[in-house]
């Protein structure tokens, strides 16, 4: 069974920064783009960053470009979002993903596998 594991989350001031991780297991993980989305209450799940199989291509949506920094450890299994000059619009649900591809891509319909979510919230 292919389960992500999301870890990082918590409460920060505006300004500050996180360092989320998700870990993955029962999949090659090194084969598959993995992808961070969230979902703020009453809003849509949104794209936030992808990275590809081989950690060579990332994609970020334009709301965390220059903040956010998304990376990989494939020989941890693990998919990391740094998380920089947070501000308090970034509070949600952060959710990891695997693709059903190599490449980074915004789309949640790629994305096969998801973790629980682990909540970020950024007070002013």
């Known amino acids: 069974q292919v389960q992500p594991v999301e870890s990082g989350g918590g409460l920060v001031q505006a300004g500050g920064s996180l360092r989320l991780s998700c870990t993955t297991s029962?999949?090659?993980?090194?084969?598959?783009?993995m992808g961070w989305f969230r979902q703020a209450p009453g809003k849509e799940r949104q794209f936030v960053a992808a990275?590809?199989?081989?950690?060579?291509?990332?994609a970020y949506a334009d709301s965390v470009k220059g903040r956010f920094t998304i990376s990989r450890g494939n020989a941890k299994n693990t998919v990391y979002l740094q998380m920089n000059s947070l501000k308090p619009e970034d509070t949600a649900v952060y959710y990891c993903?695997?693709?059903?591809?190599?490449?980074?891509?915004?789309?949640?319909?790629?994305?096969?596998?998801w973790g629980q979510g682990t909540q970020v919230t950024v007070s002013s």
């Open positions: 993903a695997t693709a059903r591809v190599n490449w980074p891509n915004d789309r949640p319909s790629e994305y096969d596998y």
């Open positions: 029962g999949r090659t993980f090194s084969s598959y783009a």
């Open positions: 990275i590809s199989s081989n950690g060579g291509s990332t």
